[in-house]
């Protein structure tokens, strides 16, 4: 090498000296030295990219790794060693992952980034009560290993309406995903395993959250349909009252009615202007979503599958009649638009489906 060059000890190329970088006693260029090196974030020094180690977030050197530094088991995030959290097997966990994987159970406030499953825009999602078995991290793990297995349909409030237990609450799906691909046969089957109970616990409701979406496009095409789906449970209060499985005062003190009227659009100017709060038989106070919350909680599969079906075919009639149509509308004629079997089986339990009463298993 003379005085004002010099060969880069990477590439071979040749280069003013003035542009030379030192590395490990060596001398490369400044583009051998942005592409294959990196400064370690936690010692500051320099090294080659075949010594380092990164989760796609920080770059640190193999060194400070293996003395500082562990990955978490669970998001492959690099952490301090000092301050993972490990479970008996001492594997370790970043914060996010312990709370997820350590501490299932949410505070009632916590809300995560939704997750949509099918093609909306109509989603469904749901909010289970289960009660008597504890608010246990144990069983709350095993239920969402039941829920979860191939994506995360599933997370775990805390309640404070429950005595002893905890809330189940759905990602958005759409019905088609509930009834197909959503394993809540395993879920409900695992609550029960653990001791859980829902109708017979006397304190848990069945939630059914519905997108805003559903229901058009623009605000003014919402309340217009909204206001219709209000009619319509109303209209037919009796039948609902016995389909939800909840005694007067129970619906009375956790989801009241708004009181029937003339019209679909007078019910909604009823229920804009009652400031009654979320405790009401259809809740209108989230921005995103309607909430129905009128149904008994159950661990009975074909319940909960027909209890979907039936605000599945509420929003039918909100969405697809007219309010002259709504309004000439009878039960029977209701029940003649159902075609699921869930559905059909569930009503028939009740002595709701036109006078068929079949014999109806014991719920949980």
């Not at 380092?52 to 790794?65: A, E, H, L, P």
């Amino acid at each position: 090498m003379d005085n004002t060059t010099f060969v880069c000890s990477n590439c071979g190329a040749v280069h003013l000296l003035t542009e030379a970088f030192s590395m490990n006693g060596k001398y490369i260029c400044e583009e051998c030295l942005q592409a294959y090196t990196h400064v370690c974030e936690s010692c500051g020094n320099r090294v080659w990219d075949a010594d380092t180690v990164s989760d796609g977030n920080i770059v640190i050197c193999r060194s400070c790794y293996e003395s500082r530094y562990t990955h978490c088991c669970e998001c492959d995030r690099l952490i301090l060693s000092e301050s993972a959290y490990y479970d008996d097997d001492e594997e370790p966990y970043c914060h996010n992952c312990w709370e997820q994987t350590m501490r299932p159970i949410h505070e009632y406030s916590y809300k995560p980034i939704p997750i949509f499953y099918g093609d909306g825009p109509r989603y469904f999602g749901v909010e289970l009560e289960i009660d008597n078995g504890g608010k246990d991290h144990y069983a709350a793990n095993h239920i969402l290993n039941a829920a979860n297995g191939n994506a995360e349909h599933l997370y775990i409030k805390s309640d404070g309406s429950l005595d002893c237990g905890m809330e189940l609450v759905t990602h958005p799906m759409t019905l088609d995903y509930h009834m197909n691909f959503m394993p809540w046969d395993d879920i409900l089957d695992e609550a029960k395993h653990l001791g859980y109970l829902s109708h017979k616990s006397q304190t848990c409701g069945l939630h059914i959250h519905i997108s805003r979406k559903t229901f058009g496009d623009s605000e003014l095409e919402q309340e217009c349909t909204i206001a219709r789906l209000l009619y319509f449970i109303e209209k037919f209060w009796p039948e609902l009252l016995r389909f939800s499985r909840r005694t007067e005062s129970q619906i009375n003190h956790w989801a009241a009615r708004y009181g029937m009227k003339l019209s679909p659009w007078e019910m909604m100017s009823c229920a804009k202007n009652s400031c009654a709060g979320r405790y009401m038989a259809v809740n209108l106070t989230n921005y995103t979503t309607v909430e129905i919350r009128i149904f008994r909680g159950t661990l009975k599969l074909n319940t909960l599958l027909a209890t979907l079906q039936m605000v599945n075919a509420i929003c039918d009639v909100a969405i697809f009649m007219s309010d002259e149509e709504l309004q000439a509308l009878s039960w029977h004629g209701f029940l003649a638009r159902i075609t699921k079997p869930e559905l059909v089986q569930y009503l028939k339990e009740r002595d709701l489906y036109k006078n068929e009463p079949v014999f109806a298993e014991e719920d949980d």
